[in-house]
């Protein structure tokens, strides 16, 4: 698992419709995740379909959280990288909340 902030562009989550979901094996728009518009997207492959999966959260209009996700050989097949990917997001959501309040 990996978790990116993208701080360089300043285009938010218009960057990555504009980049990643022409070129997407699997793109999906997510229920918002704490209110934040987010998408999952595969992109280096359609066989990586079944362990990988990317989440990108808004969570600013400039800014966005990415969470990279590669399956355990345990969990491919029974689990979804997508669902499990929007989980560890919503997760993240909580703790940069958590933090901004502190």
């Not at 562009?9 to 995740?33: F, M, Q």
């Not at 345990?74 to 901004?100: E, F, H, M, S, W």
Request: hydrophobic residues 40%.
């Amino acid at each position: 698992m990996g978790i990116s902030y993208t701080t360089q562009v300043h285009d938010g989550l218009s960057a990555v419709y504009a980049n990643t979901k022409p070129r997407a094996s699997l793109w999906k728009e997510l229920p918002t995740i704490q209110g934040f518009p987010a998408v999952s997207d595969v992109a280096v492959g359609a066989e990586a379909e079944k362990d990988f999966c990317e989440v990108s959260v808004g969570i600013r209009d400039d800014l966005t959280v990415d969470v990279s996700l590669n399956l355990g050989s345990t969990k491919v097949g029974k689990a979804a990288p997508c669902d499990v990917g929007a989980q560890i997001a919503d997760l993240l959501v909580t703790n940069l909340r958590r933090r901004a309040a502190g």
